[in-house]
Structure formats: structure tokens, C-alpha cells
DNA sequence: ATATATTTCCGAAACGTTTCGGATAAAGGT
DNA sequence: ACCTTTATCCGAAACGTTTCGGAAATATAT
């Protein structure tokens, strides 16, 4: 493996006027500085980045923090999607990534600042926790510079990327409404997910804006699992047979609640409308296919790394940022008379 | 940053003992060594690994390098699967992963080994290139230690993790035949790949095993792409109207092929039966719900890591290693008589 | 000619580890 | 009493960079 001091050797210079030509400096006359590259380039030089970090104290590299990577989260490709973002603006932006994982218990050993601090990464992302994760108080608490993903906390050191989810679920009721409906229930995500919260409080207002009936019981969890939606749907729509429309916070609930529906003889969208959210690629393929809130994840991504490079780089920039969603019409909503 | 230097000032050792009673070493006093982690605890200490990384030349750190990571290919989760079995076994084993990005232009500049060497990573993981890919010659040139996905290639450095093909495919058209059909046609990948050569070694084999009839106007290449796939079977089949059957080599082609067929008319399974391969989610949910070959591959990201680490560290295993494929029969084949 | 500015280069320290070779002291053997 | 082993510790070098402060040589101004 050449090093700097090789190259140094062979070009008859010293090892800073090597370093020094490498990275562009200008106190180096422009012959040797050929010179120099020329023999980098002969003895296939590439540069030690670990060194360089060492003394530096920047690695050049983002953390990232996953949560949704085990075998449960592949129906959605939420995660993956985000991850292609931010892959894709990190390193156009020339920076690195690497994975720590979160749900492992290996990995659960260590902290936050101590998985960040070991590999000496600049900063992180960290996307798909819960509001009473551990980790998340240590990230707001620590000063690496750090953006989360869908979780609107904003400090010093980190800041977030995320949609308007109050705007997304209000856009889904709004439509429900056009088309006549009156008695909507939500099949809301848990409480631990803020956009839940978020989905929720849009629903809630759009719904007294028409001054349209409210019920606590027409407000269920589904945990964000299609198969704990399919349940709770149906218990739902079974002791509440007035309700005409569902509005679901994701789009594998709206699957579950879809399945529900068949099993209690109920066509959708006849007999009920189902509006979801996340537009999945499931969604156009399902019967129905979904009507549904679509957000621009792969942006959402790109968006979170570039916000920040932007901290590490002391770019001047907001330290949210948020990220459009539309209403996509498809087949499970239809006029309610 | 408190480092190894500042406990051995706090507890009045050196820096040598320091070090040796953090990784456990036996010629340390076990009183001094409490000691020393009692200190290292309270002054919070991290140990820096890309100083350790620099000495050690070791860097626990596997660089992955994936190809499917653009918008395109977000409809098949294939690649993001793999990367969750990877992800998994590298990080129960203590490794971290990098991630190379193939697509953009950016890092395209940089060969495979400058990638490698600059993190200095102790190996790769290789996902998604194709065959002509000049990544790949690197690859097999190089002496760093690699596992390929899906390409079964074998070097003193490199192994692999892959299904067998040939048989995935051969467990596919005995369901066919065995189903009664003869005239089997093939939307198959592209040349690029190795899994479309094997695939279609097993078509062959297995048609000529039965002594049906092989066609070469019945294999067409659908690029892996839905609309791709669409259009070439719909030229095939309006051509070809005899063919009762069509194996796809991948679920999003079979989509492909289910749309080709809708448009002239032809029911699937009635009119023809079709099996796809690679059992996406998708392919439950569309319309018929797909037969399919199913991999596990989830396990082959975790092979893949499973099987780089134990070259890594000099554990004796084949380079090799095979993850089984299943046929699971859904409702878009039926018999045929 | 001298004084000053500019260009081009370099030595050495620093970053935070690991590890080789040896030092010291205590324990054991004869 | 002396020699040998064992347990415990440490100094210093090494890994491959970057960078501070200054030196030498050359050009420019007076």
C-alpha cells in the first residue's frame, strides 16, 4: 500500500509539499505539483482516510440510524426509499455513509454517542424511532450534529426532515368530505410515532371545521401492522355500522382494513370509502387500488442528508425542512349519497 | 474527547497498561484493571477507531457496494432485503457496514479498490453489478476479500452467495408441465445478469428433460422491467398464439407479462398460465395472486456477511454457498388439457 | 547596493491507538 | 544464599496523514 511518504521518496520532495499538492494548495510551483501527481498516479496512491480523520477530526462520513431494517418492515419500502435519498445526495456530496443498526440487542449495547464517537462520525441520521426511545433523548442532549426523520424536534445541534402531516391527513378528510362523506373513522398508526399524532390532529380539525361528528370510539390503533389494522378494523366496523369512510394512517393499515372489509360483506368503495397514506407500491396494485396520501420519500431522504451537510459544513440553512404530499386518487373512495 | 491518555493520567498507569486492560489482556492485575475501567467509565471514554483502524490496519468495517439503490428500482425490494440480512449478521459479528454508492456519476470516478482502500475497509460485499460491469474484473483482479452476490465466480479472495437458479427454475417448469402445458415461452431478464443465463439453462433443461418443444421465437428478454416486459410479451404472444404457459424470471416482469395479457384479452390463468420468480410482495396481492419461485433473501444477505467475516478472519469455510428457492403456487396457474 | 516582498519548500509535532522488547519486583526452587 | 520463573508494568516506536512556523531562494522596490 503506497503512502505520502513513498510518493515524497520518489519525487525527491518532502511529505508536506506531497500533502500539500494533493489537496490543491497553492504554495507549491505547478512542475513539481505534476510531478508529484504524476508519481501518485504511478504507484497507484489512494489517500488513507483513517489517517486523515485522525488528525483532522472529521471523517468525512454520516451515521445512520435505522430502525426499520428487520425482517417485519419489508412490506413497505418506506425505509429503503429514504435510505436511497440520502445515499444518493451524501454521496454526490462526498460523503459516506455507514449503517449502525438499532434492533439488534448487539448493537443496543452501545449508545447513541458511542456508536457516533467510535467511527468519529461528522453526524447522523437517525429515522424510524419511537418518541420514547432512549435514543432519542441522547441525541437531543448530545452536540453531534444529527437530523431526524418524521419526528419535528428541533435543538441546537440537529434538525429535521419530515411532511406535513397535519396538511396530508386534512387533504385525505377534505376529499372524504367532497365526496359526502360524514361519518369518517381513523385507523390511526400507535402512540408512539409523532406523525400519528400529527395524522390525528388533522383529522380532528378538518372534521370540526365542517363541524362534522367526532367520536372517540371511531378512533382506533392499528399499530401500523396490516394484520393488527385487519382486526381492530373490523371489531370497529362491526360495532359501528353508521361509519362510511376510513381513513387510514398508512397505507399497509388501509390493506388490513381493506381485508376487514371483505370479510363483513362490505364493498369498497360502495358501501365504504378507504383513503391510506404513504402510497405504497402496493397501493396501485390492490383491489381497489388505494386512494391515497402520497409523499415524495426519496426526497424526504436526499433533503435529510443535504440539511446535514449543510450543519457540518456551518452552510447557513433552516434546520427544518419539509417535503410535499399529494392526494392520489384511485378506486376505494367514491361518492357517498 | 477523553482518550486513552487521559485514564492513565487519572489512575496513574500508562498508557500501554490502559490499553492492554481495555482489550482484555492477562498480564494486567486485576485491581489496576477495575481501576482502569472504573476511570474509563467515568470519564465517558470512546475508543477511537480510526486511530486503532490506522495501527491495527484493521478497520471492522465491510463496504457495500450496490447497484439497485436509484428510484427505479424501488418496486422490487430484493436489494434492500439483502441489505437487511447483511446488515444483520455483520452487526451480531461486530462489524460496521460502509456503503459505496455504483450508480451516480460521482463516485463512478473511483475504481473498486480506491473505494476500498481509502476506508480501508477489510472487505466488500457485492450486490446487483452485471457481468460486463468493469467493477467486476477489479474485483476478481484485486486481492481484497469479496463475496458477489448472484454471481457465481470464485477467486483466492472472492466467493459467493447465490440460490440455484438452474433448479429455481427447473422447480418452475415441472409445476408447469406437470400441469398439463407444452408450450412454455420465457420472458427472461437480460444478458447481464447470470441469474438469466441460469434461469434459462433450467428452462432448457427441463423442457428437453420432457421433451417438449424448445423455441428460440419463445424467449424473449424483458430487461427486468415491468412496461419492458409488458411490451415484449405482448409482441410474443400475438405472435405465438400457442404458447400456454409463460415463465418470467422475475415477479415485476411477470406483472409485465399479466398486463401484456389483459390487453389481448387472454385470461390467466385460464387462457394461460403464468409463474414468475423471485415471490415479491406484490406478488400476492395483484390480480391473479402470482405462482412463483420464492428465495429466502433475507438469508442470502446474511450468508453473504456470514461468509465474508469468517474469510476475514482466517475461519475455514467454502467459498461458496447455495440458499434454497421454493416453489409456491398461488392462482395464476392451472392445469391445461 | 540594500531592504522588502513573494514564492516555494521543509522539519517536526500532532492525532489516538497498539505492540515489541524489556524492566522491575515478587515468588519459587535448590 | 543465589538463580530462575512469574506477574505486572512501562517507554518508545509505529501507523499515514495534516499543518504550524519558519527557512531558503528568488523577485521586486527603493
Known amino acids: 500500500m503506497t503512502t505520502i511518504k513513498d510518493i515524497a521518496k520518489v519525487a525527491g520532495v518532502s511529505v508536506t509539499t506531497v500533502s500539500r499538492a494533493l489537496n490543491g494548495y497553492f504554495d507549491v510551483n505547478e512542475k513539481t505539483k505534476q510531478k508529484i501527481l504524476a508519481v501518485a498516479k504511478e504507484l497507484n496512491y489512494s489517500p488513507n482516510t483513517l489517517a486523515r480523520g485522525l488528525v483532522m477530526k472529521k471523517s468525512k462520513t454520516i451515521g445512520l440510524l435505522v430502525s426499520g431494517m428487520s425482517k417485519e418492515n419489508l412490506k413497505d419500502n418506506f425505509t429503503f426509499e429514504v435510505l ?8 454526490t456530496l462526498g460523503y459516506d455513509l455507514i449503517l449502525f443498526n438499532t434492533n439488534t440487542t448487539k448493537q443496543r449495547e452501545k449508545t447513541y454517542t458511542q456508536l457516533c464517537r467510535e467511527r468519529r462520525v461528522d453526524g447522523a441520521i437517525v429515522q424510524g424511532i419511537k418518541k420514547d426511545d432512549p435514543y432519542l433523548k441522547e441525541i ?20 429535521y ?7 396530508g391527513a386534512k387533504k385525505a378528510i377534505e376529499h372524504l368530505i367532497q365526496l359526502g362523506h360524514k361519518n369518517i373513522g381513523m385507523i390511526n398508526g400507535h ?9 390525528l390532529k388533522g383529522y380532528l380539525e378538518k372534521l370540526t371545521e365542517y363541524q362534522l361528528p367526532v367520536k372517540k370510539e ?3 390503533d392499528g399499530a401500523f401492522e396490516e394484520e393488527t389494522s385487519e382486526s381492530v378494523t373490523y371489531k370497529l366496523l362491526e360495532e359501528n355500522n353508521e361509519i362510511d369512510a376510513l381513513f387510514c394512517a398508512s397505507d399497509v393499515m388501509a390493506l388490513g382494513a381493506l381485508k ?25 396494485y390492490c383491489l381497489p387500488p388505494l386512494t391515497t396520501i402520497g409523499q415524495e420519500v ?7 442528508a443535504d440539511l446535514l451537510i449543510n450543519m457540518l459544513e ?8 419539509y417535503v410535499d404530499t399529494n392526494l392520489i386518487i384511485r378506486d376505494s373512495t367514491t361518492k357517498n349519497y
Chains 1, 2 share one sequence.
Do not use: F, H, M
Open 314 to 321: 456551518d452552510k447557513p440553512t433552516d434546520l427544518c425542512r
Open 218 to 220: 371511531w378512533i382506533v
Open 191 to 199: 402512540e408512539g410515532a409523532y406523525v400519528s399524532e400529527e395524522r
Open 298 to 304: 426519496y426526497k424526504i431522504g436526499s433533503e435529510a
Open 161 to 167: 426532515v419530515t411532511t406535513d402531516n397535519v396538511l
Open 140 to 159: 437531543l442532549d448530545s452536540d453531534i450534529p444529527c437530523v431526524l426523520i418524521d419526528i419535528p424536534i428541533q435543538t441546537d445541534s440537529v434538525g
Open 260 to 284: 376487514a372489509c371483505n370479510k363483513l360483506g362490505k364493498a369498497v368503495p360502495d358501501d365504504i370509502s378507504i383513503v391510506g397514506y404513504d402510497n405504497i407500491t402496493l397501493a396501485s
Open 84 to 91: 436511497c435519498g440520502i445515499n444518493e445526495a451524501a454521496s
